[in-house]
């Protein structure tokens, strides 16, 4: 009963890149500009449901076989199959047995059928299963997955099980993506179907054809998996029955992930494609600059520098606000003058990781005597009533995009990480402001429960939720030490989700055996850390031990401390690997890429959109090297403060790169291109950092003074990543 894939026993199923779906979303940003001119009706994962033609030509499904086990377990599509388990060595209590036998099929009459028997009876994590390959079938012929299934009532059976379609991201197979569904079991022959429209982990989001045609995604499919996990399964040990397992296309395709909503009016009647829109939008900024290029006669005095920065930064959000509803903007770029050649645009939408964003820095603001309290509890409450007034989800969550001009939602995605930093944003305001905006704070964050995103069974965070297709993001949250543990500490401080998450859910470092990752981890022991048993382990550069974040970027690594006190708390954890981070940030790029500048993290492309950059050795896979991001310096003045101030000032006087509101996005080290624009995220990020640097930590004594946020304190101070807590064994 062993499994005939020992590949599958090493793949992380559902821990797979944290980030893969972060430069989607961001992509995502682009079409989120404007609304769908019509929805798309919705469908579901369902049990003998008829076929619903698409069109009066349609009079027929058209149906591919994949596997009818006529002739045993080589399917109909010349792939072999068979049976895997997780963890081999427990044979005996964890394993799936696949047999094909006859018997009575869906339709009464004699048929081959494929039998599974399984157990995930063990006293240790158990999880096994069956596989057949796909051969790289085209499914965008094909708009379901079909089969016949059924309980064994004898034997008994689990109601529920998970299936997996997954396809390889290059030619030999070294890293997969799946969309994954949930399959109802009855002692009954019934017929299941899948809508491919639900498998939305097959989508790349950052590939722009993909938005034009979502089933491009689902060429060149790989494998089907079935999946018995013992938390997720009612009954541990069990047998089903299935059958003539199918792609079909009904002419009923249904939603994509990529849809976007009906606008609910028109803002204008200009031609989104002239200058007369772009003026028009401006138009309801609050101002916005009248120079690309500012060149500036910096202070000496380091402190004096960072006030200057901070300045022209909090100009931004000064304004780039729509004036009636006061939403920060998502970006603008001041093409017309700049060397990639590009023109104006203003991103009159907003994300709302940028509102949480913006009342942090109305208190940095505040903090650094930019502006006066009455003035930022008045900014504050208008922002407020606006959010107060959108349009949410029933979860009680926000969508991840509106138009800042219209208020219209303009995704149907509920953002797990992105809901986090608005509410994040909201305890700082309450913290700065208690007696003034405390009421309406606590309104918002009242709305909905963390533990919405939680998934118990892998006891880590969805992405989030697609509310036009009813279902989960096919990823979770799988890695530790990444952006979204901010948005965790909160949920577990709320008592939204369990503390096992924080310990027992995202991983440290991935297992040996998972070929994939940049190099194996060290010292990757049990650990025993407030009751919680998990495997710790650590990556190792050059000297520099670290817990690796996934792509080695300096906002995956640092942007949780705009809000969480890791360097204070956490000295032998988090803080520590907060300080080697960023050592690794400027070792790699000044002394093993040779480059003039350091910092590297997701940004804005000279001449492009958005990417992924970092130093590649601090992530289990690595991110691609080249551009610099000055908020990767900001977010380091905690830990490196002289040097990263004399980052800045290299990078003022080797680059264009300064503006009327600070500093631009990025610069591409190679040619000396630079992205004219500012992103809400980006200027954020500047401008909280050096409040914090300059003021104590401002925005995080704001954040702590919660009673709730100070009593999860004990998960920052407990955890050491480079020590033994407790005894355990070698992996």
Not at 435 to 443: A, I, L
């Amino acid at each position: 009963m062993m499994s005939a894939r020992s590949d599958l026993a090493k793949r992380p199923f559902p821990i797979l890149s944290i980030m893969r779906n972060f430069v989607g979303f961001l992509v995502l940003a682009l079409f989120a500009a404007g609304c769908a001119d019509q929805l798309s009706a919705s469908a579901g994962v369902s049990r003998d449901d008829p076929a619903i033609p698409g069109s009066p030509a349609t009079v027929l499904p058209v149906v591919k076989i994949v596997a009818d086990f006529e002739d045993g377990l080589i399917n109909n599509l010349g792939g072999a199959s068979g049976d895997w388990n997780l963890d081999p060595s427990d044979v005996n209590n964890s394993y799936t047995d696949a047999t094909v036998v006859t018997m009575p099929g869906a339709d009464g009459s004699e048929s081959r059928v494929l039998r599974l028997s399984y157990s995930v009876d063990s006293d240790v994590p158990a999880r096994n299963g069956f596989w057949t390959k796909l051969m790289d079938i085209d499914g965008r012929e094909y708009d379901h997955l079909e089969f016949e299934i059924k309980g064994d009532p004898d034997r008994g059976f689990t109601e529920k099980f998970r299936l997996e379609i997954k396809k390889c991201v290059d030619e030999i197979c070294s890293e997969t993506i799946q969309g994954s569904a949930v399959i109802p079991v009855t002692a009954d022959w019934s017929t299941v179907r899948i809508p491919l429209n639900k498998l939305t982990g097959l989508i790349d989001f950052a590939d722009p054809d993909v938005w034009n045609d979502p089933k491009k995604s689902y060429d060149g499919l790989d494998e089907l998996i079935i999946i018995f996990n013992d938390l997720f399964v009612t009954k541990k040990s069990g047998r089903i029955f299935i059958d003539n397992i199918r792609f079909v296309r009904t002419g009923n395709p249904g939603p994509s992930a990529v849809d976007q909503p009906q606008c609910t009016g028109l803002k204008t009647d200009l031609h989104h494609d002239t200058p007369e829109y772009q003026r028009f939008l401006i138009g309801r900024l609050r101002g916005f600059p009248s120079e690309v290029l500012v060149k500036k006669d910096f202070s000496g005095d380091d402190r004096e520098f960072l006030r200057e920065v901070a300045r022209d930064t909090w100009k931004y959000f000064d304004f780039v606000i729509d004036a009636k509803n006061q939403l920060p903007l998502d970006n603008i770029k001041l093409g017309a003058d700049s060397s990639d050649g590009d023109g104006l645009w203003i991103g009159d939408y907003t994300n709302v990781t940028n509102v949480g964003v913006y009342l942090m820095s109305i208190v940095s603001a505040f903090d650094l005597g930019l502006i006066t309290g009455e003035n930022a509890v008045e900014r504050i409450r208008g922002t407020l009533d606006t959010v107060e007034r959108l349009e949410y989800h029933s979860s009680g969550f926000p969508y991840n995009y509106y138009d800042t001009t219209m208020l219209d939602k303009t995704s149907y995605f509920v953002s797990f990480v992105d809901s986090g930093w608005l509410m994040l944003g909201l305890y700082v305001a309450k913290g700065a402001f208690p007696d003034e905006v405390g009421e309406q704070v606590k309104r918002l964050l009242d709305r909905g429960n963390l533990g919405f995103f939680y998934d118990a069974v892998e006891k880590q965070m969805y992405h989030g939720y697609y509310a036009n297709l009813d279902v989960y993001s096919d990823y979770h949250y799988g890695v530790f030490y990444a952006e979204p543990r901010a948005t965790s500490y909160m949920a577990i401080a709320r008592g939204d989700v369990p503390e096992e998450h924080w310990f027992a859910g995202p991983v440290r470092t991935f297992p040996a055996d998972y070929g994939w990752q940049s190099q194996s981890p060290r010292r990757r022991v049990e650990k025993t850390v407030l009751g919680h048993r998990f495997r710790g382990g650590f990556y190792e550069w050059k000297g520099l031990p670290y817990v690796p974040s996934w792509g080695g970027s300096a906002f995956e690594a640092l942007m949780p401390t705009l809000v969480l006190s890791e360097g204070e708390l956490a000295p032998r954890g988090l803080g520590e690997n907060n300080r080697v981070h960023v050592r690794g940030q400027i070792r790699y790029a000044l002394e093993e890429l040779e480059m003039p500048v350091w910092g590297m993290s997701p940004c804005s492309v000279p001449g492009g959109t958005y990417s992924e950059y970092g130093a590649k050795p601090f992530g289990i896979k690595g991110y691609k090297a080249g551009v610099v991001t000055p908020h990767a310096s900001v977010l380091a003045l905690e830990y490196a403060p002289a040097e990263a101030v004399k980052n800045l000032r290299r990078l003022a006087e080797l680059y264009d790169i300064y503006g009327e509101y600070g500093f631009y996005d990025s610069v591409e080290v190679a040619t000396g291109r630079v992205a004219r624009k500012y992103y809400a995220l980006d200027q954020g990020m500047v401008l909280i950092a050096i409040n914090n640097y300059l003021n104590d930590g401002a925005i995080r004594k704001r954040f702590h003074s919660d009673p709730e946020m100070k009593s999860a304190e004990k998960l920052l101070t407990a955890e050491s990543f480079f020590e033994d807590e407790g005894p355990g064994t070698s992996a």
